[in-house]
């Protein structure tokens, strides 16, 4: 996970040791095009604002999908909450909630959720998990163009044991009108086995509709800048700056915009980049998309890696160090 020493983090950390602050809020899901003085100025028609911060790749400048309100006083940090939270920016929901100081206690708390059912919604898989714990987030991830749930999703608790103690109930339990068991188990991170993790993330989708590109024939790509490493899981490069990806196969006229939607429902994406010709500007079918959250990356790999998109079916995979060919 990415985090930015004396920021904060997107999970809503503030990387302080005080104790919780009711007038510090971190937003989560911010539109990529949405500037500081946005922020400040939306939630200044709450309350006095305080501080006001968007979190920026330090490299590109680029916003990182989230940031950080503080107010004068707790009341109007409550309101901004119970008013904005679930507001419809573009094409995101923001989340708003209380920013919390750095703790062990509160690390690694997120969980991941496959073989959900289909008709179930956030309020749904809330109402499943509450009973153990305080909920920071939670979110279903759903299919870019039917809008049908892919029956994955993810729940971060407040702390670790809450976490920890709704595996233990959880993990194999079969939900209320449901037929099969669901999977409970902490989200990967860069520090676990990440190749294993993909590899298991890669099954989690029960009706793919296209074998994923590893299974045809090279001869079929007269390109691939991946080599001998294909999904690229022996080396996965974070610069600090997020996780990227690796999307081939693209139509001629793919623009940036069709990677944000196609990669945002997964979660926070910092950056997209259409590879074209320099003569004729046309796209020359591979670019690379960078999301800042690892296990949501491993997700948005599993379930677009064999994607037919436009009549073409897409190889997406995590991004080697190795320079590419032109």
Request: some cysteine; proline content about 5%.
């Amino acid at each position: 996970m990415l985090t930015i020493p004396g920021s904060g983090s997107p999970d809503g950390r503030t990387g302080s040791s005080t104790k919780d602050s009711k007038t510090n809020l971190i937003v989560n899901y911010l539109p990529q095009t949405m500037t500081q003085d946005e922020i400040k100025s939306l939630f200044s028609s709450i309350g006095e604002v305080e501080s006001c911060k968007l979190i920026r790749d330090k490299v590109t400048g680029q916003s990182l999908g989230y940031g950080f309100v503080n107010y004068v006083k707790p009341q109007d940090a409550e309101k901004a909450i119970n008013t904005l939270n679930g507001l419809r920016l573009q094409a995101k929901t923001i989340k708003v909630s209380y920013a919390r100081p750095s703790s062990q206690a509160i690390k690694d708390a997120n969980l991941y959720v496959s073989g959900l059912p289909k008709t179930m919604t956030q309020q749904d898989l809330e109402g499943l998990f509450e009973a153990h714990g305080r909920i920071i987030t939670s979110r279903i991830l759903f299919d870019p163009v039917t809008g049908q749930s892919r029956g994955v999703g993810f729940v971060r608790f407040d702390q670790r044991v809450e976490a920890e103690r709704a595996i233990t109930e959880l993990n194999g339990h079969i939900p209320k009108g449901a037929t099969d068991p669901i999977t409970v188990k902490f989200a990967n991170n860069p520090s676990q086995n990440h190749a294993k993790a993909l590899q298991q993330a890669a099954y989690l989708a029960p009706a793919r509709r296209y074998l994923g590109p590893m299974l045809h024939q090279t001869a079929r790509f007269r390109y691939s800048p991946m080599g001998a490493d294909p999904m690229g899981v022996g080396n996965i490069p974070n610069g600090g700056t997020g996780f990227c990806i690796f999307v081939y196969n693209l139509a001629p006229d793919t623009e940036d915009s069709v990677l944000w939607q196609l990669f945002g429902p997964f979660g926070a994406v910092t950056n997209v980049k259409v590879i074209r010709d320099f003569q004729t500007n046309k796209c020359k079918g591979f670019g690379f998309v960078t999301m800042a959250h690892y296990d949501e990356a491993v997700v948005a790999i599993a379930q677009l890696n064999g994607y037919c998109l436009g009549g073409r079916v897409l190889q997406v995979s995590f991004k080697t160090n190795k320079a590419h060919k032109n």
